[in-house]
């Protein structure tokens, strides 16, 4: 008969196993460490800790023999783990991390909470006076499984996007607005320094401009090889709505070019090369209420912060950014290298439906970290000093059309759609 797993540095080695994988998904996807420590923990840890826990389990599984013992973990963590997924896919909400800090809370109750059988003794206990007789352990899988769903459905009533969530939705019906409604969720005392919910009949030109600060009877963003000519007739400001339109026609650029979309954008930077910025900041939350394109392929909706006294990147903090997608939400840093270079982390969230209703898109920017959300939860964070910006920024919103690929021949239009935009310091 198989004796009972010894209680010793096992316990809490497969509770800390769980969050060790979560803490691991920072690096970037495919990196070492982290393939290591999820696939480890995803395929043995939850099964693991039940085994621990109720050590009748691995005795019914048949005897001493350590390879049974370990199938019997590997499938006691497969039926959790799947149910996690598809509970977190079913909210519309499924990442890696999600799952993992699920499992890894399920994991780290069975591994350390002593759990007791039918008679009321802690599995594996000696009987006292001979009299007492451990009892069967209570369907562990199923109890493994039914804690993951558990927590799973605690995590989507909590986040972004979840129609069950305290927080804002994707329901398409538009997010409260106010700068009370809208309090950073970050730390700290804050006062809100910018404030546009464009509530009036026509974009805010004390507010911004429409085209990047090399404005020159329009514009575009010509490193990075895109479709668009930015024009105001493809910017429409008025009613609680900031609207920026692509639209495929052939216009010719003032720099020589024939650009096959026109779109829009906008920036509280300058009119002109020369000209004085409109808003710069330094260090504060910044964050949006944006609906990105339903059709997403072609198009490369941005939410971001550029140097406003170099005119061009890096650094450069991208808050929110779509390149080809709707589905996940790219947040990433580009800072200069030693070499010159453009250097750059990021991390993507999702999946989530963000062109199906408006969702909040904030960083906070400060001198030791830089923290990005999603309708008010972190998700991802930079703390290194040498890629921090230290430089004031404008403000960037625009509508990119043709990067890495065109939109599919017959697409007529394209929308990104803001509520409102602010700007918070300490």
Known sequence: MMRPPPRTAARPALALLGWAALASTVPAAGSPLRVALTGGFLVIGPGAAVLL???TVARTAGGPDGLAAASLAVALSTAPAALTAVALLGCHVFSVGAALAALAAVTTVFALVPHRTRRGRPAGARPRHGRWRPGRARRPAGGLAAAALLVSAAACSGTPGTAGGSGPTGSGTGLPTGAAANRPPAPGTWRLVFDDEFTG????TANWTTCYDWNDGGCTNAGNGEDQWYQPGQVKAGGGRLTLTAQPRTVKGSDGRTYPWVSGMVSTGRDSWNAEPRHTFTYGYFAASIKVPANPHGFFPAFWLIPAATRGTPPEVDIAEFPNIDQYVHMNLHWRGADGSDQHVGQNWGPADFSAGY??????????????YVDGKAWFQVTDPSRIPTVAM???????????ESPPAGTDSAALQAQWVQVWQH
Not at 201 to 204: C, W
Not at 359 to 372: C, L, N, R
Not at 394 to 404: H, P
């Open 201 to 204: 009949s026509s974009l805010d």
């Open 394 to 404: 404008e403000i960037v919103i625009n509508l990119a059309v043709g990067y890495l």
């Open 359 to 372: 969702h909040v898109f904030g960083v906070d920017w400060e001198p030791a970290a830089v923290t990005w």
């Open 53 to 55: 826990a109720r050590p």
